[in-house]
């Protein structure tokens, strides 16, 4: 199976904090750059980060701070910690798997289904 999985959305109260995962059911995970990105309603899908193979990472200027991307090549998973929520953060969350830290910016390889996070109290 190409296409990632993504678990760990919910509700939550703003100010507090959500920690995503994205699964890839590949051998070969770790020469693959992973992204996060989300689509609120009416809006555009964007990017939050990208991280490398090697671990290197690329941040969309609005999500610096908040958002941190890390992966698990021995569990074949990457991860998105999310902190201090706001109500805008609402959205559904999606993960790429893509060939490199270029494709995965400009959004290019097997999307993941998307997972739900509300941001309400």
């Known amino acids: 199976q190409v296409q990632p999985v993504e678990s760990g959305g919910g509700l939550v109260q703003p100010g507090r904090s959500l920690r995503l995962s994205c699964a890839a059911s590949?051998?070969?995970?770790?020469?693959?750059?992973m992204a996060w990105y989300r689509q609120a309603p009416g809006k555009q899908r964007e990017l939050i980060a990208a991280i490398a193979n090697d671990g290197r990472t690329n941040y969309a200027n609005a999500m610096k701070g908040r958002f941190t991307i890390s992966r698990d090549n021995t569990k074949n998973t990457v991860y998105l910690q999310m902190n201090s929520l706001k109500p805008e953060d609402t959205a559904v969350y999606y993960c790429?798997?893509?060939?490199?830290?270029?494709?995965?910016?400009?959004?290019?390889?097997?999307w993941g289904q998307g997972t739900q996070v509300t941001v309400s109290s």
């Open positions: 790429l798997l893509a060939i490199d830290l270029v494709t995965a910016v400009v959004g290019s390889g097997f």
């Open positions: 590949r051998s070969d995970f770790n020469f693959y750059a």
